[in-house]
């Protein structure tokens, strides 16, 4: 069995960043890809990024492009999520989780995604 442990959330201004950390212990199982969602109070989970583990191809919201960048070690089954130009409105716990390209839905969708990790809070303050 795969368990994924985010870290590295914490409180910041806007404008500030932070560094997340998702590791992954247990059984490994083969997987195309590692993402990021996030989830605000009230508000349905949503694709933040996400990364193939052979190549590196990476893939962002459009919310997200241009100020965070995903990252992988895989020789340490670790995953990243660098997060710069932070903005009030990225507040959300932020879960990694494994895809699975056998499940339905393509890399934005929640659905294709069999691992999640408990989460770690990021709130940015105006």
């Known amino acids: 069995q795969v368990q994924l442990v985010e870290s590295g959330g914490g409180l910041v201004q806007a404008g500030g960043s932070l560094r997340l950390s998702c590791a992954a212990s247990?059984?490994?199982?083969?997987?195309?890809?590692m993402g990021w969602f996030r989830q605000a109070p009230g508000k349905e989970r949503e694709f933040v990024a996400a990364i193939r583990w052979s190549g590196g191809s990476t893939y962002y919201a459009d919310s997200v492009k241009g100020r965070f960048t995903i990252s992988r070690d895989n020789a340490k089954n670790t995953v990243y999520l660098q997060m710069n130009s932070l903005k009030p409105e990225d507040t959300a716990v932020y879960y990694c989780a494994r895809r699975n390209q056998y499940y339905s839905g393509g890399y934005y969708s929640v659905s294709s995604y069999d691992y999640w990790g408990q989460g770690t809070q990021v709130t940015v303050s105006s």
């Open positions: 247990g059984r490994t199982f083969s997987s195309s890809a």
